[in-house]
């Protein structure tokens, strides 16, 4: 996948992300993801075939290290010289929290 494709799958699941923070998913059509990504419905759908298929693609993005079948060694987890990689995953962890918060409203967990 190339920049392009890579900057606009994530400006699709950042929409979703923000969706779910306000809304269930069922509640969620794929023109209000369209508007929030700023993108437009072909280009939607050039990389999802539907809004399921987009969750369970961010699904497995998010949790692909969990059920790898290789896990890899990680790296060191010192921070200390590098601010704003631990600054990046602040943020992401921000991010996920949200995401998983809708999935689990989704879901009617919480």
Same mark, same amino acid.
């Given at each position: ?42 280009? !939607?759908?050039?990389?999802? &075939?539907?809004?399921?298929? /987009? *969750? #369970? ?21 010192? !921070?200390?010289?590098?601010? &704003?990689?631990?600054?990046? /995953? *602040? #943020? ?19």
């Amino acid at each position: 996948m190339d920049r392009r494709q890579q900057k606009t799958r994530t400006a699709i699941y950042d929409a979703l992300t923000k969706l779910l923070r306000k809304r269930r998913f069922e509640d969620i059509t794929v023109q209000e993801i369209i508007d929030e990504a700023n993108i437009g419905r072909s280009t !939607f759908y050039s990389h999802f &075939e539907t809004k399921d298929q /987009l *969750l #369970e693609q961010m699904c497995d993005e998010m949790f692909s290290h969990v059920f790898s079948e290789s896990l890899m060694p990680e790296k060191s987890h010192d !921070f200390s010289a590098n601010h &704003e990689e631990m600054k990046a /995953l *602040l #943020e992401r962890k921000s991010s996920l929290r949200a995401t998983f918060r809708g999935i689990l409203k989704m879901h009617s967990v919480i």
